[in-house]
Structures are given as structure tokens and as C-alpha cells.
């Protein structure tokens, strides 16, 4: 009987481990590295970045002008 209370305590305490914060409409997590996978374009309100297999991003990002050649209008 005790071995069967000490066994229904473990599987108690494992079952209720961590949570982990969703974000991105419930497809993305809440975490300070992302997986290798994984991209952010969001930060998370306290757990850090949120974490999103690109598969559910449905835009792409912006071009930045670092890669634009300056010119001059002469």
C-alpha cells in the first residue's frame, strides 16, 4: 500500500512539471533560446522570446536597407 502512495505522488509531482507559456495563437512557445528549428519575430511578456516553426509565419520580413546600394541622384 505505501509503495502503491509513494508511486501515485510521483506521477502527482511529474505530471504537474512546467508549463510552458504559448503564444503565436497557442502554435508558438515562450522561451529565452529558441530551438534550431524555431524563429521569433515576437517577444513574450516575461519569459523572453516567442518561439515559432516557420511553417506558421505567414509573412516575410521586411527588407533592410543595409543591403541597399546608395546612389546619388545626379
Not at 505505501?2 to 502554435?27: H, P, Y
Request: hydrophobic residues 40%.
Amino acid at each position: 500500500m505505501q509503495l502503491l502512495f509513494l508511486f501515485l505522488t510521483v506521477m502527482v509531482l511529474l505530471a504537474q512539471g512546467t508549463r510552458v507559456t504559448k503564444c503565436w495563437n497557442t502554435r508558438g512557445s515562450c522561451r529565452m533560446t529558441c530551438k534550431e528549428k524555431e524563429v521569433f519575430y515576437i517577444l513574450c511578456k516575461y519569459e523572453g522570446k516567442c518561439c515559432v516553426e516557420p511553417k506558421y509565419v505567414h509573412f516575410k520580413p521586411k527588407a533592410s536597407n543595409a543591403n541597399l546600394e546608395l546612389t546619388s541622384a545626379d
